[in-house]
């Protein structure tokens, strides 16, 4: 059985994490390149990014096991392995977030890979598997890409904005969200739906996009971005003074966040199914 540090800092579970994600990322954009043939002579694009999220995700967290055998894990397709004691580190994992992405083959899909301890979010990291692009963040060091600190956009006024959001599954979830889009857009500069939400929060760390709001997302949705978005200095959070959640999300320039969140809250995008 492995050694395991009795304490690790954030900056070591970090160190974990990027290794593990790039190889993850890397086993994505693999199976992808080869896939288009299995596509293309079975037509079962489906089972092809089935198999390729079951396939990263099982190879995370076959490593996890391999280096860290007391923690616990929570991926998208194998839900959590165990409650994690007091004090212990748990991972939280979506394999390839922008799943339709990957199908289609553009380039805005994702690992994201945190690690959380206690339900705080120590440590994450987003590699976007097509472009090899990389965010990282630890609790209290800053959130990073390319060995720049991020900063966040510094626009002020909504009618500004651009803002980035996404669209659940469900087709009632997104006839609601769809309204919230048509009371929102022509409030804002404009609107941008890129289809992985680990990925709109690091645009929004680094102010690729000024703010971005979901409802809906799962907690392997935004662990890693969150982080990154908070540390770049976003406010992230839900409304009428809620956490961040499923019910909503929204990380935005606390000089920002004030107006969208009224927007939205008049809106009721936290309503609905
Ligand atoms: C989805 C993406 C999408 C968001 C959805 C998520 P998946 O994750 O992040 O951008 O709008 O809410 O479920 O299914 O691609 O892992």
Redesign the pocket.
Known sequence: MAQQPAASTAGDLLAIAVRIARDAAETARRMRAEAITDVQTKSTDTDVVTAA?RAVERQVVEALRRERPDDGVLG?EYGDSAAPAPGAVRWIL?P???????LYGLPQ?AVSLAAEVDGVVLAGVVRNAATGDEWTATRGGGAWRDGRRLTGSARGTLDQALVA?????DAARRAHQGTVLAGLITQVRDIR????????LCLAAEGAVDAYF?K???P??HAAGGLVATEAGLTVAGLHGEPAGDRMLVAAPPALFGALHDVLAKLDASGGP
């Open positions: 999220d998208e979506d390839i977030d922008g799943t339709v992405n990957y899909y959001t996404g669209f659940g599954y739906r890129f289809g992985a939400a680990s990925l709109d979901e809906g997302l799962n392997w949705d």
